[in-house]
Antibody, heavy 121, light 110 residues
Framework: QVQLVQSGAEVRKPGASVKVSCKASGYTFTNYYIHWVRQAPGQGPEWMGWMNPNSGGTNYPQKFQGRVTMTRDTSVITAFLELTWLTSDDTAVYYC??????????????WGPGTMVTVSS | QSALTQPRSVSGSPGQSVTISCTGTSSDVGTFNYVSWYRQHPGKAPKLMIYDVNKRPSGVPDRFSGSRSGNTASLTISGLQAEDEADYFCCSYAGTYTLLFGGGTKLTVL
């Protein structure tokens, strides 16, 4: 069964960092892109970037450049999202999702359950 | 880049058809054949319903169909069922390695 399992909810103070994990199972981890998408309460989703688990290559939209880092550890078939300099605007559910096997622009066919990140003083 | 534009809500009665629009620009929806649609029930992760504008993943009923005209993509759900009540959002490749999502549409089954 193909699935992505994410780490648990996090609470951080403004200015802190958070690192969310996403463990893959049921498929060859290095063969598919991993995307991260966040969704603030009552809002639509916001794409945060993709990572190629094979090469480690990444791409982030300008909004998050300098503040987001996507990495992976192939030995434990897990992807990571780290977001720094948190503000209250970063309070959201963070999802990892599986992308295409050949292209970063393919649809996201498997999603993790989401990780709630709350930023509050 | 601005989010793709979707109506905030649509509604329909069981058995009817509804269409949800997703308007972008000639730099995203109007150019690339990489528009996808997702359904999200409250508190759940999104589920892929349509990809590449009009293709259905295995297991998605043929009541769901996708199309595009110019810079606007559409998701049509025919034979509405109670389980279709959910949030739906679109996504498009926007060039330069980026994806763009819509703001989401809440579908109410009356």
């Amino acid at each position: 069964q193909v699935q992505l399992v994410q780490s648990g909810a996090e609470v951080r103070k403004p200015g802190a960092s958070v690192k969310v994990s996403c463990k893959a199972s049921g498929y060859t981890f290095t063969n598919y892109y991993i995307h991260w998408v966040r969704q603030a309460p009552g809002q639509g989703p916001e794409w945060m970037g993709w990572m190629n688990p094979n090469s480690g290559g990444t791409n982030y939209p300008q909004k998050f450049q300098g503040r987001v880092t996507m990495t992976r550890d192939t030995s434990v078939i897990t992807a990571f999202l780290e977001l720094t300099w948190l503000t209250s605007d970063d309070t959201a559910v963070y999802y990892c999702a599986r992308g295409g096997s050949a292209s970063y622009y393919d649809a996201l066919d498997i999603w993790g359950p989401g990780t709630m990140v709350t930023v509050s003083s | 880049q601005s989010a793709l534009t979707q109506p905030r809500s649509v509604s329909g009665s069981p058995g009817q058809s509804v269409t949800i629009s997703c308007t972008g620009t000639s730099s995203d929806v109007g150019t690339f054949n990489y528009v996808s649609w997702y359904r999200q029930h409250p508190g759940k992760a999104p589920k892929l319903m349509i990809y590449d504008v009009n293709k259905r993943p295995s297991g998605v009923p043929d009541r769901f169909s996708g199309s595009r005209s110019g810079n606007t993509a559409s998701l049509t759900i025919s034979g509405l069922q109670a389980e279709d009540e959910a949030d739906y959002f679109c996504c498009s490749y926007a060039g330069t390695y980026t994806l763009l999502f819509g703001g989401g549409t809440k579908l109410t089954v009356l």
